[in-house]
């Protein structure tokens, strides 16, 4: 397959991956710095450690997807690799599922004292996300695992 047939897909991850990196050089510094309320800084830290660290499951789902993408253009996409990347990629997305389910009581307490309750449904976003991410992923993970199979089974018949 021609390399260029995933160039759109490669841009669209590397598109996917700039804003949030961007977002942690620069958003999450300043916001512990200039919180809205001064009275209830102290609970904005959990949250931002918790944002911090999610960082780390995200790029190795965008790694993930980018060694994914280069076994498509080397006519391996049919293999185990592929099959371990996409396994990879669940576990990176409950991983972040996970880690905003840890925050979400801090947030709680933040649309609490703030008197903002759709703070709440906001925080919950992440969370479903990136479990549609990880029931996705594991639907492609099977189902390329079945059709490794049936392919394997057929060339040791032919």
């Known amino acids: 397959m021609k390399r260029g ?8 991850v590397f598109l996917i991956g700039t804003p949030v ?4 050089i620069f958003g999450l510094t300043w916001l512990p710095k200039n919180p809205v309320n001064p009275d209830y800084a102290h609970i904005l830290y959990p949250i ?3 944002m911090y660290v999610s960082v780390i499951p995200f790029f190795g789902a965008l790694v ?5 993408l280069s076994f498509i253009d080397k006519n391996q996409a049919f293999s185990d690799l592929s099959v371990k990347a996409l396994k990879n ?12 389910l840890i925050i979400l009581p801090f947030v709680y307490v933040v649309a609490e ?6 703070l709440i449904i906001i925080g919950m976003v992440p969370v479903f996300a990136s479990m549609v991410i990880a029931v996705f992923a594991a639907v492609l993970q099977r189902l ?6 049936i392919k394997s089974e057929n060339d040791l018949t032919v």
């Open 113 to 118: 004292l703030d008197d903002a309750p759709g």
């Open 5 to 12: 047939s995933t160039l759109f897909l490669r841009m669209a």
């Open 89 to 100: 990629i669940k576990i990176c997305a409950i991983t972040i599922s996970v880690l905003y």
């Open 21 to 24: 990196l961007a977002l942690g």
């Open 144 to 149: 390329l695992k079945e059709a490794i199979d």
């Open 48 to 50: 931002v450690i918790g």
């Open 64 to 68: 993930q997807a980018f060694k994914l």
